[in-house]
């Protein structure tokens, strides 16, 4: 069997679906084009949708996150990206350095800070 054979009826159909389709345009009197604005409305919308549900958001969270890391000093505990839980013990102008354990400090990254934590949450960790 050939598979690019068509039984008639196919055929038919095709030809009728092809001919309602093609004649809006071909018609006399047809409507006018909408206007701009209402063609560009949906895409207008979806960008506001996008903005509160997106872009507002996290610019509101990075914003926060900013304040909170420069806002660090010495004695906070925090918790870096990494999932080192520690206490800051020297706070510099880039870098901080994170005791981990007692006697191990480590030198991390202001912006790898990912959460400042409660005073006590290394004693009951």
Known sequence: MNPFRMNATVRLLLILISALVAAPAFAEGAPPEPNFLVQMAPLIIIFVI??????????????????????????????TNGGLLGKVVKAGENYLDVEIAEGVVVKVQRGQVATLMPKGTIKSA
């Open 50 to 79: 996008f903005y509160f549900m997106l872009i507002r958001p996290q610019s509101k969270r990075a914003k926060e996150h900013k304040s909170m890391v420069e806002a660090l000093q010495k004695g906070d505990e925090l918790v």
